[in-house]
C-alpha cells in the first residue's frame, strides 16, 4: 500500500531504482525488458547489500536502506577511494515501487566492502501476500539463500524459493482470503526467470565472478508498463521517456562526466530491441550548440527574473 500510494507509476518506480543505484556508488544501472516473457530485469554494479543488511534494512520497514548507522554507504565508498555523492533516493520509496513495476520479485544482491566480496544473497517476495486479509506481516515468510564465489541461482533454486512462499500461502490461506490466494497461486506459476541462464544472454553487469551489485528480476510485469513505453499516434514521446531520458547530464557542453550511466532496452520480440534510455537518445552538445535561445542561472538560493539572463 505505501509503494502504491507514493508512486504514480511504473515511469516513477522506475527512476527511484535509479536513484538507489546512483546512492548505491553503481556505475552503469541497466533495464532489460523482455516483453514476450513479461519480465523486466534491472542490474547495477553498486555497493550491494550483504545478508545483514538485506534483512535488517532493505526487509525492514521504517528503516534506511542506505545503511547510516557508523557513516553508512558514503563511509563504505570512501573507504573503497571513490569520490562521495549526493543522496538522491528518499524514504525508502525505491524498494517500496518495485510493487508498482509488478507483484513478485526476485532479488540478487553482493556486496562490495574493504574486505572484499561477500556472499550472494538472493530473495523472492510477493507483494500481494500482504494483501491476505486477517495476516500479521510476522506470518509471511522471505524464503532467502545465499550463494559462494559469484554462483548465481539456478532454476532449481528459484522454484525452491517459489515453493517456499506457496507454502506459506497454504499455511495463511481461509475462506476469508480465497480469492486474494487464488491470484497469489497464478502468479506463482507465472514466474519462470532463471538468473544463471539470462547471464548469458546478458553483458556486464554481472554478479558472477569479481562483479557487485543488485539485481532485480520482476515477472509477471504490470499491464500499463507496454503503454508508457510505446509511441502513440501524433508521435508524443511515451510517458517513461520524457520522465528518465536525460537522467544524467549529456547536454551542455563541457559537462562533467556523469558518474552513472543509465540504460532501458526494450526486447519487443527475439530480433527486435529498442533502446529507449541512452545517451545518443537525449539532447547532444550539438542540439545545445544550435539552440536559438539559452537561459542562465546564476546559483542564488533566491530565485527571481533577475537572476538569469538570455543569450
Known amino acids: 500500500m505505501l509503494g502504491r500510494q507514493q508512486i504514480a507509476g511504473i515511469p516513477t518506480a522506475i527512476n527511484e531504482l535509479f536513484k538507489n543505484a546512483h546512492d548505491a556508488y553503481a556505475d552503469v544501472v541497466e533495464v532489460d525488458y523482455y516483453r514476450p516473457e513479461q519480465l523486466f530485469v534491472l542490474r547495477d554494479d553498486g555497493l550491494g547489500m550483504t545478508l545483514d543488511d ?3 534494512k532493505w526487509l525492514a520497514l521504517g528503516t534506511d536502506s542506505k545503511i547510516v548507522s557508523g ?22 520509496i525505491g524498494r517500496l515501487s ?4 509488478g507483484p513478485q520479485v526476485l532479488i540478487l544482491s553482493r556486496a562490495h566492502r574493504e574486505n572484499g566480496l561477500s556472499e550472494t544473497v538472493a530473495a523472492f517476495v510477493n507483494w500481494t501476500m500482504f494483501s491476505l486479509p486477517g ?23 528459484v522454484d525452491r524459493m517459489v ?14 482470503n480465497k480469492l486474494i490466494a487464488d491470484l497469489i497461486d497464478e502468479q506463482l506459476e507465472e514466474f519462470l526467470a532463471d538468473p544463471s541462464e539470462l547471464q548469458l544472454r546478458l553483458d556486464k553487469p ?22 508508457d513505453i510505446d509511441i502513440v499516434d501524433g508521435g508524443k514521446a511515451p510517458i517513461l521517456w520524457r ?5 544524467t547530464n549529456t547536454m551542455v557542453p563541457g559537462h562533467p562526466t556523469p558518474v552513472i550511466t543509465p540504460e532501458f532496452r ?30 542562465i542561472g546564476s546559483g542564488e538560493s533566491s530565485m527571481s527574473l533577475d537572476n538569469f539572463r538570455a543569450t
Do not use: W
Open 54 to 56: 538485506f534483512q535488517d
Open 71 to 92: 557513516g553508512g554507504l558514503d563511509e563504505i565508498a570512501e573507504n573503497l577511494g571513490l569520490e562521495h555523492r549526493t543522496v538522491l533516493g528518499a524514504k525508502g
Open 98 to 101: 518495485i510493487a508498482a513495476i
Open 135 to 157: 495476516v500479521n506481516i510476522e506470518d509471511i515468510e522471505i524464503p532467502i539463500q545465499t550463494y559462494q564465489n559469484g554462483t548465481l541461482p539456478t532454476m532449481t533454486d
Open 163 to 176: 515453493s517456499a512462499v506457496s507454502s506459506n500461502l497454504q499455511q495463511l490461506r481461509n475462506d476469508e
Open 206 to 227: 554481472t554478479l558472477t565472478e569479481d562483479g557487485c551489485g543488485t539485481h532485480f528480476y520482476i515477472q509477471p510485469v504490470d499491464e500499463s508498463l507496454n503503454p
Open 243 to 247: 520522465m528518465l531520458i536525460g537522467f
Open 266 to 295: 526494450d526486447h519487443r520480440s527475439a530480433e527486435i530491441t529498442d533502446e529507449i534510455i541512452s545517451e545518443g537518445n537525449f539532447f547532444t552538445t550539438g542540439d545545445f550548440e544550435s539552440a536559438n535561445q539559452r537561459t
